[in-house]
């Protein structure tokens, strides 16, 4: 594994006293510190997909629309650690969204250290998709020192085990894009359980984990005599 | 097959002009005419789920909220299978909706006999189901007179084919019911095509037609190796 530089990195968030930004480039490095170094190549080759990664990392999904009652539409991950009463001084007042909105924000709740992990982890499995554009020498070291060998062709849909082609990042279908990031357990937020997944079978996993999900439709199967 | 009374219902709906409601009662009946005389009595047992088979037989699904832009919320389905032209005089302007929103509302249209066809075979459905209310023996031949035999116990999801309690239709997670109005095919709303199914498996089976949603989970179920 890697170590890396860690230094704190100053930014202008209102959130930076919950938790300083931090250096992810290897220790020693000479250039400016970063925290996304990584994710500078693929930013240049298709932008949305590299801020995709950032976002779904980092960030929990919001409400659809922004009001008092949905909540924030998005917010940093380990921002949902904090306490209700902690939260009050970044002007989140969980008493006053619904219950189920609260639920939904707080199992989203993430350490940095693993938000900043599973960025890496899903910039490594975009690089080995069909299609997709070959890392600079740099990025593939540092994404391997990581995770391993990448092998080109070979990230999966988390849920149906088909190929993942880039292209389907630029697809949408009535606005929504064709590829999300999934969660083998929807309720863990780190490198190990997390991937990419069609839409539509992120859809039908739902909150089940992804082997409740397989039992679920065995099951369906074997009713309907299909086996 | 029953044959119904069929005469006009004069309402004080602005669609009037566009349909006139008829009565459903059996040709020949001796009380008032009316449309929905069969969910009489599930009004008083259960009023939410009489008015669940109404609202989802004659109405389309609309979006989550009322905005300019999103299109109305719901609408009747037949209304559904105007022109753009004619709609217009209904203060429906179809061209200034996203696209995505008019092919979703109009895949929703369906014919008025239809949508008597489907509120009577979810009638049908409901008394089937386990631990519902026994129907009065008048709205029971009605029924029969239609879609056969009841036997109760009878109702299964469409999708999954478990065995499908009413006292689903009290539970809700998050604020969605667990039961929802499923199609064999999704486009097509008569009813042959209708029944009850799982929220979680509406959700899963998507826009795929149900053979399509097995052949696909099947699929899943053979690469990860579950047969």
Request: proline share 4%.
């Amino acid at each position: 594994m890697i170590e890396i530089c860690n230094e704190v990195i100053s930014s202008r968030s209102a959130y930076e006293s919950v938790q300083p930004r931090r250096c992810q480039m290897p220790k020693g490095h000479s250039r400016k510190h970063s925290e996304f170094h990584y994710l500078d190549h693929l930013r240049i080759e298709q932008k949305s997909v590299a801020e995709k990664i950032k976002r779904d990392s980092t960030m929990t999904t919001g409400a659809a629309w922004k009001s008092e009652e949905a909540g924030p539409n998005r917010i940093l991950r380990w921002v949902m650690l904090l306490s209700d009463t902690e939260l009050t001084r970044y002007n989140i007042r969980m008493e006053n969204l619904k219950p189920q909105v609260v639920a939904k924000l707080r199992e989203k709740a993430a350490t940095y250290d693993n938000c900043m992990s599973v960025a890496r982890k899903l910039t490594w499995l975009v690089y080995q998709m069909e299609d997709a554009p070959r890392p600079p020498q740099e990025v593939q070291e540092y994404l391997e020192g990581f995770f391993g060998e990448m092998k080109w062709g070979n990230t999966t849909c988390i849920i149906c085990k088909e190929k993942l082609n880039f292209a389907l990042f630029s697809k949408a279908q009535r606005g929504k894009a064709e590829i999300e990031t999934g969660h083998i357990s929807p309720r863990e937020h780190n490198a190990e359980n997390v991937g990419f997944a069609h839409r539509e079978c992120n859809i039908a996993q739902g909150n089940k984990t992804i082997q409740e999900f397989y039992n679920w439709i065995r099951g369906i199967i074997q009713r309907v005599g299909l086996f």
